[in-house]
């Protein structure tokens, strides 16, 4: 069952501000059921549902293809808020979100028309997931296979991270061609032979429908290859976008553990014995604890906003080499650090009660899960050195796909 039909989508919204207060609108809920779905692993299908048919694909859709016309700050700002609510439900928007990106950048002879198709599609509420990376061979390598037969085609193999692909209406792959090139395309989630499975078993992020896809022999119409977005080995504003979401995601944690600190402060806590206080929330250091994760929380929010600043101004520049360069340079710099403070908020959260912290029932543990996984996607080291590189020698980051 698709999507818009078990929530039918709401009129495109006329501005970002309207959509914003109608995502908004849906968060309280979401929230309020995010521990115990992450404790009894119960994969939030409504909660996608529910803010795909309110339009949270559409941020970025143009004014003349009917959307908002968002900016990517606009993005940035939706996906902060609802991280800060459940995590797994932003991260499983991220192949939806950057397929927007994608089209936006895309350069190809058919981008126009593929444009036209899809933004109706997402303006209808549709979801998009991804069948992405393989396990063994080289990191990046590609084994599935795409060969033709007659006027279609036919994709076998295995994907080991699919995010989002569980909840989504379709499905986007990339496999060998013939040639040994890679060919992208895209397939409706009841395609025969497509087979989804939740089997994704990281310690973090369990929710975020990110296990295994298999390719039966799956049928592949010619209209269903997507034109590439971007030549191999040459730098695309689409990346530092898909990393600044990651950084987002983890400056989410970081509120969502302010959230829980001080609720958990207020509702359960109680003093220690040699405490000046009579209640937790007047013991100096449970306020420290909380003021702690509010600065980091604070920091990680205003590193991901200004990187989102810096995607804008590429844009405007009309994607000069330059202005993408040092996009991808602020956004590695906002992505080190906010991972640190996510981590080490989601660590402090504990300082603000005893025992009863580590409780089960609370699963306040979900917080540091969630951000070590999100952190693990891509090496900070390499961050760091990267940047250190282009100030010492001038040395632009890597086209590697995580800069």
């Given at each position: 069952m698709s999507t818009f039909q078990r929530f039918p989508s709401q009129p495109p919204a006329a501005d970002v501000t309207t959509l914003k207060a109608r995502i908004g609108a849906l968060l309280p809920a979401i929230g309020a059921g995010a521990a115990q779905r992450e404790r009894?692993?119960?994969?939030?299908?409504?909660?996608?549902?529910?803010?795909?048919?309110?339009?949270?694909?559409?941020?970025?859709?143009?004014?003349?293809?009917?959307?908002p016309g968002?900016?990517?700050?606009?993005?940035?700002?939706?996906?902060?808020?609802?991280?800060?609510?459940d995590s797994n439900v932003a991260q499983a928007l991220r192949p939806g979100l950057a397929f927007v990106e994608g089209l936006l950048a895309s350069t190809d002879v058919n981008a126009a028309a593929?444009?036209?198709?899809?933004?109706?599609?997402?303006?209808?509420?549709?979801?998009?997931?991804?069948a992405g990376w393989e396990l063994g061979g080289a990191n990046g390598a590609i084994a599935a296979r795409l060969v033709r037969e007659g006027e279609h085609f036919r994709a076998s193999g295995s994907k080991f991270y699919s995010t989002g692909a569980l909840f989504a209406d379709y499905v986007s792959a990339v496999a060998l061609d013939e040639h040994e090139r890679p060919v992208s395309f895209i397939l409706p989630r009841g395609r025969?032979?497509?087979?989804?499975?939740?089997?994704?078993?990281?310690?973090?992020?369990r929710l975020t429908a990110s296990g295994t896809t298999h390719l039966h022999n799956v049928r592949v119409e010619a209209d269903e290859i997507?034109?590439?977005?971007?030549?191999?080995?040459?730098?695309?504003?689409?990346?530092?976008?898909?990393?600044l979401f990651l950084g987002t995601v983890l400056a989410g944690i970081a509120r969502n553990a302010l959230s829980d600190a001080s609720a958990f402060a207020r509702e359960h806590a109680r003093p220690i014995k040699h405490s000046s206080a009579s209640r937790s929330v007047d013991d100096p250091y449970v306020e420290l604890a909380v003021g702690?994760?509010?600065?980091?929380?604070?920091?990680?929010?205003?590193?991901?906003?200004?990187?989102?600043?810096?995607?804008?101004?590429?844009?405007?520049?009309?994607?000069?080499?330059?202005?993408?360069?040092?996009?991808?340079?602020?956004?590695?710099?906002?992505?080190?650090?906010?991972?640190?403070?996510?981590?080490?908020?989601?660590?402090?959260?504990?300082?603000?009660?005893?025992?009863?912290?580590?409780?089960?029932q609370h699963n306040l543990d979900r917080h540091w899960r969630n951000a070590r996984t999100v952190a693990n996607h891509n090496p900070r080291q390499w961050k760091a050195a990267v940047v250190g590189a282009w100030h010492l020698k001038g040395t632009p980051p890597p086209v590697s796909g995580l800069f």
């Open positions: 009894e692993r119960q994969l939030p299908h409504g909660a996608i549902a529910q803010l795909a048919a309110a339009g949270v694909y559409t941020v970025r859709i143009p004014v003349r293809h009917g959307g968002g900016s990517v700050s606009d993005v940035i700002e939706v996906l902060l808020s609802i991280a800060a609510v593929e444009r036209e198709r899809w933004f109706a599609r997402l303006l209808e509420g549709a979801v998009i997931g991804n025969e032979g497509l087979e989804l499975l939740d089997d994704f078993d990281a310690m973090g992020q997507r034109p590439r977005t971007v030549e191999e080995g040459s730098r695309t504003v689409v990346t530092p976008f898909l990393q702690d994760i509010a600065a980091r929380a604070y920091a990680a929010e205003a590193l991901v906003l200004k990187a989102a600043a810096a995607i804008d101004r590429a844009w405007a520049s009309g994607l000069a080499g330059e202005t993408v360069e040092h996009a991808a340079l602020e956004v590695a710099q906002a992505q080190y650090l906010a991972a640190e403070l996510a981590l080490k908020a989601a660590e402090t959260l504990f300082e603000v009660g005893g025992a009863s912290t580590t409780g089960r």
